[in-house]
């Protein structure tokens, strides 16, 4: 199936530094999103990246994307203790059934 | 701008028994979206409605069934209940279908089976 992973499945890093995750995926997408989930709380969006872009930036959030490696990477500069969530790719097939396949998450911790 | 609202908080059940979940979308948003979210799992999309329609399902058995009304609001049933649905229930709106509008996402229905 075509479903988004992660990597690394955690992270734990110190405030200050920067933090990156990456998602993989099996087959061609329309677009590609990031979500973050605090404990016990719903997804929220962070950033839409569509497959004829290769990078983009929101605040501290820096997405790329490689469709040739069927890849992404969100990178969280300057991180602080707030950053502390699990953070899903999501993706949707190109000529697909029109649903978001999301992976299993990394859990960032930031340490204070 | 109220977010996704979905209701109850938290639902306890016996194997065997029905549950209802109930999520309002963000006014405006036609399409809703369930997801399952079980411990270590990942999110395992369910249903998607639009304009009160079902326009798509995952693989899940038909005991998981759902409905939108014509105000937009959605429910989701689950019958027959199980001990393995035991999990987080994701309700989420979008102003347009997948792929090009990010998905909304409430607070969740933590459903327990005992």
């Known amino acids: 199936s075509q479903q988004g992973e992660e990597d690394p499945q955690a992270l734990s890093i110190q405030e200050g530094e920067n933090a990156t995750m990456n998602c993989s995926y099996k087959?061609?997408?329309?677009?590609l999103q990031w979500y973050r989930q605090n404990s016990g709380r719903g997804l929220v969006h962070l950033i839409l990246?569509?497959?004829?872009?290769r990078e983009k930036h929101s605040g501290r959030l820096r997405v790329t994307l490689d469709t040739s490696k069927k890849s992404s990477s969100l990178l969280i500069t300057a991180s602080r203790a707030a950053d502390t969530a699990s953070y899903f790719c999501?993706?949707?097939?190109?000529?697909?059934?029109?649903?978001?396949?999301f992976g299993k998450g990394t859990k960032l911790t930031v340490n204070p | 701008e109220a977010g996704v609202t979905q209701s109850p908080t938290h639902l306890i059940k016996t194997r065997g028994q029905q549950a209802t979940l109930r999520c309002s979308p963000i006014?405006?948003?036609?399409?809703v979206y369930w997801y399952q979210q079980a411990l270590g799992l990942g999110l395992q999309f369910l249903l998607w409605?639009?304009?009160?329609?079902?326009?798509n399902r995952g693989n899940f058995p038909p005991r998981f069934s759902g409905r939108q009304f014509p105000n937009y609001s959605s429910e989701l049933n689950v019958n027959a209940l199980e001990l393995e649905d035991s999990a987080l229930y994701l309700c989420?709106?979008?102003?347009?279908?997948?792929?090009?509008?990010?998905?909304?996402f409430g607070d969740g229905t933590r459903l327990s089976i005992l």
């Open positions: 087959t061609s997408i329309n677009n």
């Open positions: 409605y639009d304009e009160g329609e079902e326009r």
């Open positions: 989420a709106s979008s102003s347009g279908t997948v792929p090009n509008q990010p998905q909304h």
């Open positions: 990246i569509r497959s004829n872009e």
């Open positions: 999501a993706t949707d097939a190109r000529g697909g059934s029109e649903k978001l396949v």
């Open positions: 006014s405006g948003h036609t399409s």
